[in-house]
C-alpha cells in the first residue's frame, strides 16, 4: 500500500476543498499521484453530488445583480441555513447572479447549461462541485431578468446576509428620462413596499384571468347568499374586486411608507424628484423557498432510533 505523507494531504486538502480522509483515500487509491488523486475526487465527489440529490433543499438565498438597465435574480437552495451562510456557497450564488445578468440569460435551465469563459464549466458543474466540497445538495432552482429600454432597474433584498443576497430579493423596473441615481433610490422604495406589500401583479389588466374569475364566482355565491336582487349583487361582486385589486396589485395598492398614497398616484409625483415623467415598467418578487413543500422530522426520535 502507498504511504502518503501529511503534507500530501494537506496539499490535496487545499486544492480540492474535499475532506481529509477523502484526500488520504484519494492519495493512496492512486499511488500518491496527486493529478490522479484529484481526477479521482471531482468523480467522486460527483457521485456524492448525485446520492445527494433527493435531498430536499429549501433553505439558501435569493441573490441579485444589476447592471445599469438590466437585473438578474436567482434562487440558489442548499438543505441548511448554515450552508447559506457558508463564504464559498454566497460566492457561487452571487457569481451566478452576475453571469446571468451580463449574460443576459433569464430561463433557469439555459443559466444551469451555460458555460463560465473563465472556467470553462457550466453552472451545473459548478453547482456539482460546490455540493462535493460542502457535502449539501444545492439546487439553482428559478432565475428571472428584468430590463428597462432607459433608465434603471433598481433592486433591494431584505435582511441581507451577504450583499446583494438575503431571503426576500426585489428587482423593479424604472423607465424615465430623469435623474439614473434619483430614480435608483425611488425605485428601491417600490421595492421595499413590494417586500411588505406583496403584490401579485403590475396593472389590473396582469391578473391571471381565470384567477379573478375564481375570485368573482367566490363573491357572487356570499353575495347571492344575502338574498338580495341580482342587480345588486353584481355590486356588491364589483365592490369585492375593487377591493381585491387594491390587495394584490401594485399600482392600486396604498403605500405602505404613508399607509394613504395609492402607487400609482406615488408613481406620478415621482416625476417632481426625478425630474422626468417616470413609469414602473415591471418588477420581480423572490421570496426563498416559496412553494418548496419542506421536510419535518422528530429530532428526538432520529436520536432514539439511532441509540436502539
Not at 449574460?103 to 462541485?129: F, R, Y
Not at 428597462?148 to 431571503?167: C, D, I, L, Q, R
Not at 428601491?188 to 396593472?203: E, F, G, N, S, V
Not at 399600482?251 to 398616484?265: A, H, R, Y
Request: hydrophobic residues 45%.
Amino acid at each position: 500500500m502507498t504511504q502518503v505523507t501529511a503534507e500530501q494531504i494537506k496539499n490535496l486538502r487545499e486544492t480540492t476543498g474535499a475532506g481529509m480522509l477523502d484526500c488520504r483515500k484519494a492519495l493512496t487509491e492512486n499511488g500518491g499521484n496527486m493529478e490522479e488523486a484529484i481526477d479521482w475526487l471531482r468523480k467522486k465527489g460527483l457521485s456524492a453530488a448525485a446520492k445527494k440529490s433527493g435531498r430536499i433543499a429549501a433553505e439558501g438565498v435569493v441573490a441579485v445583480a444589476v447592471e445599469g438597465t438590466r437585473g438578474a435574480v436567482i434562487e440558489l437552495n442548499a438543505e441548511t441555513d448554515f450552508v447559506a451562510r457558508n463564504e464559498q456557497f454566497q460566492q457561487l450564488a452571487g457569481g451566478i447572479a452576475i453571469f446571468a445578468v451580463r449574460e443576459n440569460i433569464s430561463d433557469v435551465e439555459a443559466l444551469k447549461n451555460a458555460k463560465c469563459p473563465k472556467t470553462g464549466l457550466s453552472i451545473s458543474d459548478q453547482i456539482a462541485n460546490a455540493i462535493a466540497t460542502i457535502g449539501e445538495n444545492m439546487t439553482l432552482r428559478r432565475s428571472a431578468m428584468l430590463s428597462v429600454s432607459k433608465g434603471v432597474v433598481a433592486s433591494y433584498v431584505h435582511n441581507a446576509v451577504a450583499p446583494g443576497m438575503g431571503k426576500i430579493a426585489i428587482l423593479v423596473g424604472v423607465e424615465t428620462d430623469g435623474d439614473v441615481a434619483k430614480a435608483e433610490a425611488f425605485g428601491k422604495q417600490i421595492a421595499m413596499h413590494i417586500a411588505a406589500a406583496r403584490p401579485d401583479a403590475l396593472t389590473t389588466a396582469d391578473i391571471d384571468a381565470a384567477k379573478l374569475e375564481r375570485e368573482r364566482a367566490v363573491y357572487r355565491e356570499k353575495a347571492q347568499a344575502s338574498g338580495k336582487p341580482a342587480e345588486i349583487v353584481e355590486k356588491m361582486v364589483e365592490g369585492n374586486v375593487r377591493k381585491y385589486y387594491e390587495e394584490v396589485v401594485l399600482l392600486e395598492q396604498v403605500f405602505v411608507v404613508d399607509g394613504k398614497t395609492k402607487i400609482s398616484q406615488v408613481i406620478a409625483e415621482a416625476a417632481k424628484t426625478v425630474g422626468a415623467p417616470v413609469k414602473i415598467t415591471g418588477f420581480v418578487s423572490y421570496r426563498l423557498g416559496e412553494g418548496i413543500e419542506k421536510a419535518t422530522s422528530d429530532f428526538a426520535a432520529e436520536v432514539a432510533a439511532m441509540s436502539a
